[in-house]
């Protein structure tokens, strides 16, 4: 494989469980770093006109006045979660919103929705913002017609739903309500090449971002107001409007078809590689070279072992160079390193990156990565560390693993 030889060159040169929805994590989470506008400024067009379907949106849509929030009784115990999170748009992103107190109308409802029937009607979707104050049988039935309200077709933002699959492990309903309620708030697009957001459709973040904050807090600047067209918005805001990349499009296309597990093995690799080559010639590149690395070593990882093993290391490489080692992209390659090394019978190599990254998921109230991270470092522990650091390791697997998944079942 030799566009794998040439592709490592590359980089060196470069060098319902709803009972524990409201415990707290084991470790409190620091707060994001704040960002500015700037920063974030060339995205900022494809997250408000832009959808997830490949359609745009004519105006821009968000909620006018305050905004309340009423949280289904089904989902009670996640309300201090939610309250967290209101919080969050409160402070960092100036939005006045809060939870609608009884007899209080609500501009976002949010709902559950049978697990098994919702997958039914939408396939790999756990989660949906729709524009309009929907319950689950009315979304089920307008969906049986066709006619559930779209976000392309609105000229103004008055009311939205959320619902979520009632079957979800504890971290990903926390997840669902951060970036559904963030899109009922006027966020409609998803974009691969954004580094760290909850706004890729990668699921690295699950929770609201510095850079998310910076583009909800612009959304909701006076001088942006409901129903301004995209170049209306251009102007107020100074951004210079940036057309789609044939390139972005050539590797998204590439990048998924490597990831769908209804094709062979050989076509997905083949898809890998491609995306791989595409990654690389962007400029500037970005965390996309790692995620394909990571991508083709997942793939490889029984036929090629030792070329596997290769790609999960040049991906942690290129993700600490790029953004350092405490950087979530960063925990995700290192966890997924070092369950290469232990099953390749190497814990000491595998305490090596674990640590950090359980530390660094830790950090960022990331739940799934560090119940992962904790429960790999059990078994790195188990064999090569003091009895100590393995119990202490076990207790904090177990307090991850239920805050994450919920108590046994």
Do not use: K
């Not at 949280?71 to 609608?100: F, S």
């Amino acid at each position: 494989m030799r566009w794998l030889a040439a592709a490592l060159l590359a980089l060196a040169a470069c060098s319902p469980t709803v009972s524990v929805g409201d415990s707290g994590p084991p470790v409190l989470p620091r707060a994001p770093e704040r960002v500015a506008f700037n920063a974030v400024a060339a995205d900022f067009l494809p997250l408000i006109f832009g959808q997830e379907d490949g359609t745009a949106r004519t105006v821009l849509l968000r909620f006018a006045g305050p905004v309340r929030v009423r949280l289904g009784p089904e989902l009670g115990a996640y309300g201090r979660n939610l309250d967290d999170l209101l919080m969050r748009l409160r402070q960092e992103a100036g939005i006045d919103i809060r939870r609608a107190t009884t007899g209080e109308g609500a501009e976002i409802a949010v709902r559950t929705a049978p697990g098994a029937a919702f997958r039914q009607m939408l396939p790999r979707v756990s989660c949906l913002a729709l524009p309009a104050d929907l319950n689950w049988p009315t979304v089920r039935a307008l969906h049986g017609q066709r006619a559930l309200p779209r976000w392309a077709d609105l000229t103004q933002l008055e009311s939205a739903s959320v619902l979520i699959s009632d079957d979800l492990p504890p971290h990903a309903v926390r997840a669902c309500l951060h970036e559904e309620i963030a899109q009922a708030l006027g966020v409609g697009n998803d974009l691969y090449r954004l580094s760290s957001s909850v706004f890729n459709d990668d699921n690295r973040f699950s929770a609201l971002t510095g850079h998310d904050m910076a583009v909800l807090h612009r959304l909701y600047r006076p001088d942006l107001t409901p129903g301004l067209t995209r170049r209306e918005v251009a102007r107020i805001a100074g951004i210079e409007p940036r057309r789609p990349s044939e390139a972005d499009r050539d590797w998204h296309r590439s990048f998924t078809r490597a990831a769908d597990p209804r094709l062979a093995r050989a076509t997905r690799v083949e898809a890998g590689r491609r995306a791989l080559e595409l990654a690389q010639a962007m400029r500037p590149s970005d965390h996309r070279v790692a995620e394909n690395l990571l991508r083709l070593a997942a793939l490889l990882r029984e036929e090629r072992p030792a070329l596997a093993r290769r790609l999960y290391q040049a991906a942690y490489d290129d993700l600490a160079r790029r953004y350092g080692r405490d950087h979530l992209r960063t925990a995700h390659a290192a966890t997924a390193l070092a369950s290469y090394l232990l099953a390749a019978g190497e814990p000491a190599a595998a305490r090596a990156y674990l640590g950090r990254a359980l530390t660094a998921a830790a950090a960022q109230g990331e739940a799934a990565l560090a119940a992962r991270a904790a429960s790999l470092l059990v078994d790195a522990l188990a064999t090569t560390g003091p009895a100590q650091a393995a119990a202490t390791a076990r207790l904090d697997s177990a307090r991850w693993a239920r805050y994450a998944f919920g108590p046994p079942r």
